[in-house]
């Protein structure tokens, strides 16, 4: 079965400090897909990114970034100088499209809810 | 750039009733998901939908729920007698196909049963 494990419940920084969203996945698969999404307050889900299991580079997209860590199954996600706009609910998120169930759903993390103060 | 919309935004209803909350996913995806997210946990997957059936379901989608595409275009998830914990936000998502898996999502329905 497949999990996905958030262990911050809930992160307070500052507005430019750096901050580091944790995300650790189970799967026994060995083809896998792992997400990220962002939910402001206003509540829809927003892609930010997608990495197949067989990428290990890690990517920067501006003050975004992402470290993935099949070792230690990790996909951790960082946030450089925070600003305000960035406070929301973060999950993480496996999909497994060579299950043979063919259904591709995602499996998500209980979600890190991101504060970021003035 | 196209997107999935659902409708309504949001919906009351008194316990007991039926809803159906619909959407419309991107035109040309094969797969078709509705997730539920009760307020402050995580996003569930309640079912998904391929080639006109269900391919897959979790144990959430039970016989008060049910799916359909009547026309090639909506994708409805009806509740048959809403219950209090059904209240929870709604999304649907759709993907492209087998290469491309990202999921695209609605912006959600809020379903508030009262």
């Known amino acids: 079965a497949q999990k996905v494990t958030q262990a911050q419940t809930e992160i307070s920084v500052v507005e430019k400090e750096d901050v580091t969203l944790d995300c650790v996945y189970e799967?026994?698969?060995?083809?896998?897909?792992l997400f990220w999404y962002k939910q402001p307050p206003s509540g829809e889900l927003v892609f930010l990114i997608r990495?197949?299991?067989?990428?290990?580079q890690n990517e920067i997209s501006g003050r975004y970034s992402w470290n993935f860590q099949k070792s230690t199954s990790s996909f951790n996600f960082t946030i450089t100088a925070s600003q305000v706009v960035d406070s929301a609910v973060y999950f993480c998120?496996?999909?497994?499209?060579?299950?043979?169930?063919?259904?591709?759903?995602?499996?998500f993390g209980k979600g890190t809810k991101l504060s970021v103060i003035p | 750039e196209p997107e999935v919309t659902q409708t309504p935004s949001h919906q009351v209803t008194q316990m007991g009733q039926e809803v159906i909350l619909r959407c419309v996913p991107i035109s040309n995806h094969l797969y078709f998901y509705w997730y539920r997210q009760i307020l402050g946990q995580k996003v569930e997957f309640l079912v998904s939908?391929?080639?006109?059936?269900?391919?897959?379901k979790s144990e959430i989608f039970d016989d008060q729920f049910s799916v359909e595409r009547p026309d090639g275009s909506n994708f409805t998830l009806k509740i048959r007698s809403t219950k209090l914990e059904d209240s929870a936000m709604y999304f649907c998502a759709s993907i492209p196909g087998v290469v491309n898996t990202e999921a695209f999502f609605g912006q959600g329905t809020r379903l508030t049963v009262v």
């Open positions: 990495r197949n299991s067989f990428d290990e």
């Open positions: 799967t026994r698969d060995t083809t896998y897909y």
């Open positions: 998120a496996l999909s497994d499209p060579y299950s043979g169930a063919g259904s591709y759903q995602l499996t």
């Open positions: 939908f391929y080639n006109n059936e269900i391919s897959e």
